[in-house]
């Protein structure tokens, strides 16, 4: 178990090395002189002069490189260009944000996927069956803005039961109150997806002989569904929910700026567009380090799933 | 007659897409108490179906049109699936399946598989941790050693033959009144299947357990059973004490397997019997060996034989020991020939 999760701790450096080396590039695949095209027209030479020496283009790639992984090290991940903060203290900021929102969304994706799944499976080929299968593809298949769209026009418009902006005044309750009509139009989605996944996989382990043993041993079948059958079948929902997770850190940007909250994949976009490269760089490599340790947990929670990798 | 399990004009049917497949036809047998019984045929002759239609694990798209299984005098056929689970299933019939590589769950230690067993044999009424012991003894007796180690292990740590005995260990933990057991060692060593054969006799003098012991393997079955059916295309062709079987074969089928046998017949080249079981969807009319049989006549492919007692304890289906049938059959083909010379 040891020996497995160093193993996995150890891939991660090698994968934040690409990234960084990635996003220090950056820089360099920009056409044109980045100094101009950040400050625009009207700058003089000596304004450009300046920002080239802060972003490190008065000197060789490799020493800027060696550079900028060095006050990466040290936490220092730059001074964003037209806030003229830390970059680390702008990513902090918006970062509660962004993980109550993935959490909740991704949460209530697994709830709802794996129950919906469930059912399916165990009602295999009956109308609920059917009609399951019918809700997920079409839940699978609805675009994040179109669903939070449809969240505030219904719930929002209609029926005046949740508020369509913002965060929520104070209180831990009103910022969760506020937080259901992101939360269940990113969730969405995810929901007929993971539906779909617990589906098969039930279905592909309820073939299984150990089942066939556990049947002819006279276990009740609920219990041979949601003890025997259910652990084993819970592998490939792990995977793809570490997956989604790490990918919504960084990709909510819909359900940001729809329901007008703050977050990191809002707060990447915008920097793109104002091309305020060290805020880009920073935002992006906190979504990165957040997406490999989402992926690190599951690869974790394998463990707990499959005796085979425990022993490892 | 103190007969354990005994099944009576037993119809098994498959729907498939081209019409319903009979995979067991009319078949009457008996399983007295702490008898081990070999039920013999080749791939595809039912045997497995029905071992399964026993303790009702048929897939969705078998039916069982006619027949009865009476258990300790009840018929299984008219249990619902409720009280079969509650009251049958691994408390008084156990089972053990082909392949032990894929038998047991292998996200679950094996001791909670076999305790699980245990809790549900006892209607939940005595706590898991209660009934922890008697699994690991039960462990000890099929011969693994170091079990309250092995206990606590998961099934991917055991080898093939290792799991097989932690499936007896599960089969038997209930103190079952029969076990069927289809084809247990067919997919291990010879060396281990030695040895688990041998445990199983142990099992069967400690527990008086009586078996249904499903085969493709006459060996096998000669080294364990009382006694023996033989099955061909969904019927029991003959049967018979195991002795007097391998002494007298009747039926040509039976005849032809003991050849295939190596070491029984004195012919240096292993015998094979030509051509293939029947597809089940279409039966050839008359004698389902026919086509296969030397000793194929007239009647044989107009007329299906019955399973008759030749002598005591041996009943074959073959005209070919029914004197009266047959010699009516060539009466028959005389005045039939009658007819044609004059």
Not at chain 1, 40 to 64: F, I, N, V
Not at chain 1, 141 to 152: E, G, K, N, Q, R
Not at chain 1, 255 to 271: A, W
């Amino acid at each position: 178990m040891f020996v497995y999760i160093s193993k996995r701790l150890l891939w991660v450096i090698p994968t934040l090395l690409a990234v960084l080396f990635l996003l220090f590039s950056l820089t360099y695949l920009l056409p044109g002189d980045p100094a101009d095209i950040i400050l625009g027209p009207r700058a003089t030479e000596e304004m450009a002069q300046d920002l080239r020496e802060r972003l490190g283009l008065d000197r060789p790639w490799y020493e800027g490189y060696i550079d900028y992984i060095r006050s990466i090290l040290r936490g220092d991940l730059g001074v964003s260009i037209f806030r003229n903060r830390p970059v680390f203290n702008v990513v902090m900021e918006v970062l509660p944000y962004t993980l109550a929102l993935t959490f909740a969304g991704m949460g209530l994706a697994v709830f709802n996927g794996i129950i919906i799944g469930l059912l399916a499976a165990s009602y295999q080929d009956s109308w609920l069956d059917s009609l399951l299968t019918f809700i997920s593809f079409l839940t699978a298949s609805t675009p994040t803005y179109i669903a939070s769209v449809l969240i505030i026009v219904v719930f929002s418009v209609n029926l005046n039961l949740l508020p369509s902006i913002g965060l929520g005044e104070g209180g831990l309750l009103n910022s969760l109150y506020y937080l259901i009509g992101p939360a269940v139009a990113l969730s969405i989605g995810w929901t007929g997806y993971i539906a779909r996944l617990t589906r098969s996989s039930m279905l592909e382990t309820l073939e299984s002989d150990f089942i066939q043993t556990e049947k002819s041993f006279g276990l009740p079948s609920y219990y041979i569904i949601y003890k025997y059958a259910l652990k084993k079948a819970v592998k490939p929902i792990i995977a793809v929910v570490g997956l989604g997770i790490g990918r919504l850190l960084g990709g909510a940007v819909f359900v940001e700026v729809i329901f007008t909250r703050p977050g990191l994949g809002r707060l990447i976009v915008n920097s793109i567009y104002e091309r305020d490269l060290p805020l880009v760089r920073g935002g992006v490599l906190v979504a990165a380090l957040l997406f490999v340790l989402a992926n690190l947990l599951a690869d974790i929670s394998y463990a707990y799933f499959d005796p085979r990798i425990k022993q490892e | 007659m103190n007969a354990l399990l005994s099944i009576e004009d037993l119809t098994v049917q498959y729907r498939t897409r081209n019409g319903y497949s009979l995979a067991v036809e009319d078949v009457n047998l008996e399983i007295k108490n702490g008898e081990i019984f070999g039920l013999v045929g080749e791939s595809g002759s039912g045997k497995s179906t029905l071992g399964k239609a026993i303790v009702k694990l048929l897939p969705v798209s078998a039916e069982i049109p006619a027949g009865k299984i009476f258990f300790k005098n009840r018929d299984i056929i008219t249990l619902s699936e409720q009280t079969i689970n509650n009251e049958i299933r691994g408390k008084e019939i156990s089972m053990v399946l082909q392949n032990p590589q894929n038998a047991l769950n292998p996200v679950f230690k094996v001791g909670t598989q076999l305790v699980d067993v245990l809790y549900f044999k006892n209607n939940k009424k005595i706590k898991r941790k209660n009934l922890k012991q008697d699994a690991i003894e039960m462990l000890k007796k099929t011969g693994i050693s170091d079990p309250e180690y092995r206990f606590e292990e998961y099934p991917h740590q055991f080898s093939g033959g290792m799991k097989q005995r932690v499936l007896l260990a599960m089969a038997f933990i209930s103190h079952p009144s029969l076990l069927i057991a289809d084809e247990p060692t067919t997919a291990l060593d010879v060396t281990i299947e030695a040895q688990i054969l041998a445990l199983l006799k142990d099992l069967v003098r400690e527990y008086g357990t009586s078996i249904l012991y499903i085969t493709h393997d006459l060996g096998v079955v000669s080294e364990i059973t009382d006694r023996i059916a033989v099955m061909y295309a969904g019927k029991i062709v003959e049967s018979a004490k195991t002795d007097d079987l391998f002494d007298e074969p009747l039926h040509p089928y039976t005849k032809a397997l003991l050849k295939c046998l190596p070491g029984y017949s004195s012919k240096e080249q292993l015998a094979t019997i030509p051509g293939q079981v029947p597809n089940l969807n279409n039966k050839p009319t008359g004698c389902n060996f026919c086509p296969r049989c030397d000793y194929c006549f007239a009647l044989c492919q107009k007329e299906e034989p019955r399973l008759r007692e030749y002598k005591a304890d041996h009943s074959v289906a073959c005209f070919l020991y029914n004197q009266e049938e047959k010699e009516e059959a060539e009466v028959e083909d005389e005045k039939v020939n009658e007819k044609e010379g004059a």
